[in-house]
């Protein structure tokens, strides 16, 4: 699905200033009915695989939105309660002017961290800041596609969370 949906080739310049031919628009498979419960057991498998058992998943909007809700949902059906969050580009002008959605109180819960596509890892690294912020205790961090752009690197040893992926570029084009 993530080749023939979301894969594109052209010319593209990314979020992270770079220039690629390739350019991967995972929201276009996240999105779709079909795609959510795979992408849910396929990412709740990865976090097995590495031993993460969070509270709750979620990530900077949008790239994360349909991924941890897929999450959320799926988790049900494995006899557990994974909840989803959001985490705002910007703080509400108006309300509680919260930058992050979806928890009551998120002061010392487990989560993962979640992204579409990583390249630089740029978005997964705010992500990840503005939990720490919120206290929440970030257990590691998981894209659907990673560019191998110097995500890891940056993710694992400039921000300490470690880093994981459930697709690596190479595998899609």
Known sequence: MLRTRSVRHGQFTLVSGQTS???IDAKLTTCTAR???????????????????????GGLTMGADAIAASIARESLERGMAIDSF????ESKQHGTKKLLEGMIEPAG?????????????????????RARE??????GALCLVDREMGAEVNIEEQHHCPFDRVFRFRELI
Request: aromatic share 8%; net charge negative.
């Open 109 to 129: 819960k487990a989560v993962v961290i979640l992204d579409d596509v990583c390249t630089t890892g740029g978005s997964t690294i705010v992500a990840i800041e």
């Open 134 to 139: 919120a206290g929440l205790t970030v257990i």
């Open 35 to 57: 795609a959510m419960p795979l992408v849910g057991r396929l990412f709740l498998d990865k976090m097995a695989e590495r031993g993460w058992a969070p509270d709750a998943v």
């Open 86 to 89: 959001v985490i705002r580009k």
């Open 21 to 23: 031919e390739w350019y």
